[in-house]
């Protein structure tokens, strides 16, 4: 088994469908690719969905659990993972079809993370590029952690591919259940961790924004929560980096470029005053050594 696809589900019965068309299209055989979905409680049509593609492909498998959260979901996921590689989904985008999806280095078995383009596709249907930083396309890393020195890594999981042994045998690279931004979190720790590592080129998912869903609902309550899991996310990641100097040394440059974002968000959200020097100084006795 080269592949698990892992799919968190939670009342995507509008996306699901063309979610799963597009992984069952990859250039995979059934016995060489397994696709995990974790229907997340989910209330909509989204079960019946589900069983109806397990009647169809043998490599669908199917969890079931109370409404706990993403987070839980993958980690679920993780635990009950065959393939060598893992690549997360989320249920409401797609790959791209067809899809280049690094074959060749994944059999190579040589690499603990192996780097992905990323579309983003608004509700127009205009797409552009996830991130307009330029990937070292092909650059091999001895280790992620030499990547990560340098380069500001997209905090985004679905950009990625994760070798399932590398990722059970590091405790920290579970999900932090309850908090948004959690994959800042898990990919920072995952190239702190990892060994060795590449970028390879082709647009392998597209990134889907769903106008009116929750994730894009910016009432003032939901910004305030969005920059406090931030600094959730930040102290977490401090507080891993303060185990290992090499670790601390290695995370400088992620842990600036997220200050700068919340600088940013905090200015173009126009927050409050006193919310906005609250998080500030959050920022800086994070940063403080």
Not at 8 to 16: G, I, R, S
Not at 29 to 49: H, K, N, P, Y
Not at 105 to 119: C, L, Q, R, V, W
Not at 165 to 187: K, N, V
């Amino acid at each position: 088994m080269l592949l698990s696809v892992i799919i968190p589900a939670y009342n995507v019965e509008k996306y699901l469908q063309k979610c799963l068309d597009s992984v069952f299209a990859l250039p995979l055989r059934e016995d060489e690719m397994e696709v995990l979905v974790i229907d997340d409680g989910s209330s909509d049509g989204t079960a019946e969905i589900l069983v109806q593609n397990a009647e169809v492909h043998s490599n669908l498998r199917l969890f079931y659990q109370e409404n706990q959260g993403q987070s839980v979901a993958r980690n679920l996921g993780i635990e009950e993972a065959k393939g060598d590689y893992i690549f997360f989904v989320d249920s409401d985008d797609a790959l791209t079809t067809p899809c280049p999806l690094p074959v060749e280095a994944m059999n190579s078995g040589k690499y603990d993370m192996i780097g992905m383009e990323t579309f983003f596709e608004d509700s127009d249907g205009t797409q552009r590029r996830y991130c307009r930083q330029q990937f070292p396309i092909d650059e091999e890393f001895s280790t992620c952690r030499e990547y990560l020195k340098t380069h500001n890594v997209l905090g985004i999981v679905y950009g990625y591919l994760f070798r399932t042994s590398f990722i059970r045998q590091h405790a920290e690279l579970r999900f932090t259940p309850g908090i948004y931004h959690q994959d800042e979190e898990y990919i920072v720790k995952a190239f702190c961790l990892g060994g060795p590592f590449v970028y390879k080129q082709g647009y392998t998912y597209i990134y889907y924004r769903h106008e009116g869903s929750s994730i894009h609902t910016f009432t003032k309550e939901r910004k305030q929560r969005l920059m406090c899991d931030t600094m959730t996310v930040m102290q977490r990641l401090k507080d891993f980096g303060n185990t290992d100097a090499d670790i601390k040394k290695a995370m400088r440059c992620k842990m600036h470029w997220l200050s700068v974002d919340v600088v940013r968000l905090l200015i173009r959200q126009r927050h409050s005053f006193s919310f906005s020097f609250s998080i500030l100084r959050q920022v800086f006795n994070i940063l403080h050594d």
